[in-house]
Nanobody
Framework: QVQLVESGGGSVQAGGSLRLSCAAS????????MGWFRQAPGKEREGVAL????????AYGDFVKGRFTISLDNAKNTVYLQMNSLKAEDTAMYYC??????????????????WGQGTQVTVSS
């Protein structure tokens, strides 16, 4: 059974760090497209980071500017999003998304078959 469960959200002051985790079950990691997306109240969902396990390539939203890192621990079946230098505008609900046996890894949210329930990140200035 495929399931994605996020954790690690919370409240932090601007400039601080958080590490989000996405525990994935039912994934083989041979060619999975995994992503982190976020949505703030009144705003559209936006892509934060992608990782394509076929070639270990990663991609980030323009607003990340080197502050976040997406990674995969195959042994733990967990995708991480390390977030540093957090800003108030990073406040949002963060969602993990995945699609197993993917032949490519796009930013398009509709591409992802599986979604977690989300974890809230609140950054105070």
């Amino acid at each position: 059974q495929v399931q994605l469960v996020e954790s690690g959200g919370g409240s932090v002051q601007a400039g601080g760090s958080l590490r989000l985790s996405c525990a994935a079950s039912g994934y083989t990691w041979r060619s999975a497209c995994m992503g982190w997306f976020r949505q703030a109240p009144g705003k559209e969902r936006e892509g934060v980071a992608l990782i394509y396990t076929s070639n270990n390539s990663t991609a980030y939203g323009d607003f990340v500017k080197g502050r976040f890192t997406i990674s995969l621990d195959n042994a733990k079946n967990t995708v991480y999003l390390q977030m540093n230098s957090l800003k108030a505008e990073d406040t949002a609900m963060y969602y993990c998304a995945g699609s197993n046996w993917a032949s490519f890894c796009p930013w398009r949210g509709s591409f992802f078959k599986d979604w977690g329930q989300g974890t809230q990140v609140t950054v105070s200035s």
